[in-house]
């Protein structure tokens, strides 16, 4: 349509009252308009139609019907590059006017957000969400919508590296006394939290909220399978001990992770095995660059996880090692070896004692351990082998574990009629 039949039809429109009829006939005109036109033809009438409809001229009865009808074709154009700078024009102008214009200037943010977000450029998209009105008088935003929009510039900070700032927005979301109502944004919001745990090497966290998302029903499968292998590569890398133990023999009795590609190293270290060069490696390269940063001594949190891991397998071979012999099984120096060892001896991860004259590592038994910790160590070791035979049974024989699995049902009726 020519520029100036649209200039004239949108002057009738802004003095007229603005019937029903008349808004219907802009949203088409401006529909019409931005299909037939090529990219710069349509950003020149674009900004011909704000013009014309955000004056201070212009009464709000006006304005308002035909703005909505501009953002409705604004977020269905498939060019992103004119809806981000049409969009900013439209902020500009609409700026003088916000106290009217609260819904409409969000709403228009949101669909220049989905264009940066379609262009890879997550910082932009976070920073025009950020400019959304969430605390005004003119129009009432529930608590969800509060939620949602700080949801989503956590998400977006994190897709642009930026977790600092994304943990801003989380704290604002931590602070509100409300919940979120839905399921749907609750997944969101454990998603993020699971994501930024992850990258603080919160690994146990981590694991714990990837787990908690894999089995949101609201989920899709897909998402919940790649969330349930998040929770298991962080429980890998957390700090061997018993608290990793228990995580891991939690994972391991989950049906799903034996179709993970992890599931024969989650195996062996939830039996205390001791895991091989070439093994490290080709879970190495299956993890993210935060995974693999190097610390201070040199090591990447990958192999300082797997050096302590060979650690507590080592101590269920030996009652005692020398640090040299030591270093060398752990391919580290015996320097090296010698300060892990210590520091998990301290942090409690580890119940042993270093002759520092003979230079030998002495494993202490058990019995000396926390009585708590020995409990709960003896509980899953059964809980694990009991799993560990079940699974056996069913995959070499399948009709006698449904035979015997219907005896257990029917013993328990009698038990408890």
Known sequence: MEREAILRELSVLRTSTSSPKESADARTLVRTTFAAESDEAVMRELRAWLQLILVESAGIMTSRPLLRGFILALQHLPQTAVQIAVGQRALELIAP??????????EIRHTMAGAYEQAADYTAAARVLQGIQLESSQRTVSND?????????????????QFADAEVYLSRIKNLTDRPTTAELAARLLLCQARIYDYRRRFLDAFQAFYDFSLMEVVADDDRLMSLRAAIVCAILAPAGPQRSRVLAHAYRDERVRALPEFALVQKMVLDRLVAGDEIAAF????????????????????????EHNVVAISKLF????LQGLGDRLDVSAAMAE?????????????????????ILYFDDDAAADPVEQWHGNVQAVMTDLERTVGMIRDSDPDFAAHFQTQLNQLGTEVHP
């Open 97 to 106: 006017r916000l106290a009217s214009f609260e819904q409409e200037e969000a």
């Open 145 to 161: 919508d509060k939620i949602a929009v700080w949801v989503r510039i956590v998400r977006d900070y994190i897709e642009a590296d």
């Open 284 to 307: 190495a390269a299956s993890l993210s660059a935060h995974h693999l940063a190097t610390n201070a001594d040199g090591l990447t949190v990958l192999q300082k996880a797997m050096i």
């Open 319 to 322: 009652l005692d090692i020398d």
């Open 339 to 359: 300060e892990y060892v210590a520091q998990m001896i301290s942090d409690g991860r580890l119940t042993a004692h270093i002759d520092e004259i003979q230079a």
